[in-house]
T-cell receptor, first 111, second 115 residues
Framework: GQNIDQPTEMTATEGAIVQINCTYQTSGFNGLFWYQQHAGEAPTFLSYNVLDGLEEKGRFSSFLSRSKGYSYLLLKELQMKDSASYLCAVRLNTGGFKTIFGAGTRLFVKA | DSGVTQTPKHLITATGQRVTLRCSPRSGDLSVYWYQQSLDQGLQFLIQYYNGEERAKGNILERFSAQQFPDLHSELNLSSLELGDSALYFC??????????????FGSGTQLSVL
């Protein structure tokens, strides 16, 4: 089956750096996404990786290792507004494209 | 604002009933995706339509059905509702059929409560 694992919750301090890990076991891998979802709101796109390596976008970076089925999202200079759920998602090509999501990691940023 | 419109925002109904959720994609987007999000689970992929045709299917129950109309809006029909169907239902859209780098734009969701 298709499986995506990420930690349920993490806590970090304002101004610090946090790394949220994601491992996946899937067939038909076609790209990995990270989305941010504030409580009660819709998910919004953060980053995309399809090749191995690091993609940097401002305070957020995302890394992918396809051979290890592993990705992480790195958030720097944490702000209180970064308190949200972070969803790891994998796009699959299994005779049709579909994007499946992990259960999400709830990040709490404390002062 | 993602540009994806979902109605209604909230829906309260009873077990055994049938409801219809509606989604209008962003202007220019041809694909519509439906997801279910329960409190204890992540986003569960239900189904995708591209330009009016079903493209991919996830764990969608037989009691659920969907379609995409010529004007590209989509409807998700949920019938014989059970308590466990209570969840937040999201619609998302993308430009094409789901090429690898296409990101999804999500609507604000419909909160369904089955009592």
């Amino acid at each position: 089956g298709q499986n995506i694992d990420q930690p349920t919750e993490m806590t970090a301090t304002e101004g610090a750096i946090v790394q949220i890990n994601c491992t996946y076991q899937t067939s038909g891998f076609n790209g990995l996404f990270w989305y941010q979802q504030h409580a009660g709101e819709a998910p919004t796109f953060l980053s995309y990786n399809v090749l191995d390596g690091l993609e940097e976008k401002g305070r957020f970076s995302s890394f992918l290792s396809r051979s290890k089925g592993y990705s992480y999202l790195l958030l720097k200079e944490l702000q209180m507004k970064d308190s949200a759920s972070y969803l790891c998602a994998v796009r699959l090509n299994t005779g049709g494209f579909k994007t499946i999501f992990g259960a999400g990691t709830r990040l709490f940023v404390k002062a | 604002d993602s540009g994806v419109t979902q109605t209604p925002k909230h829906l309260i109904t009873a077990t055994g009933q049938r409801v219809t959720l509606r989604c209008s994609p962003r202007s220019g987007d041809l694909s519509v995706y439906w997801y279910q999000q329960s409190l204890d689970q992540g986003l569960q992929f239900l189904i995708q339509y591209y330009n009016g045709e079903e493209r991919a299917k996830g764990n969608i129950l037989e009691r659920f059905s969907a379609q995409q109309f010529p004007d590209l809006h989509s409807e998700l029909n949920l019938s014989s509702l059970e308590l466990g169907d209570s969840a937040l239902y999201f619609c998302a859209s993308s430009v094409g059929a789901g090429a690898s780098n296409e990101k999804l734009f999500f609507g604000s969701g419909t909160q369904l409560s089955v009592l």
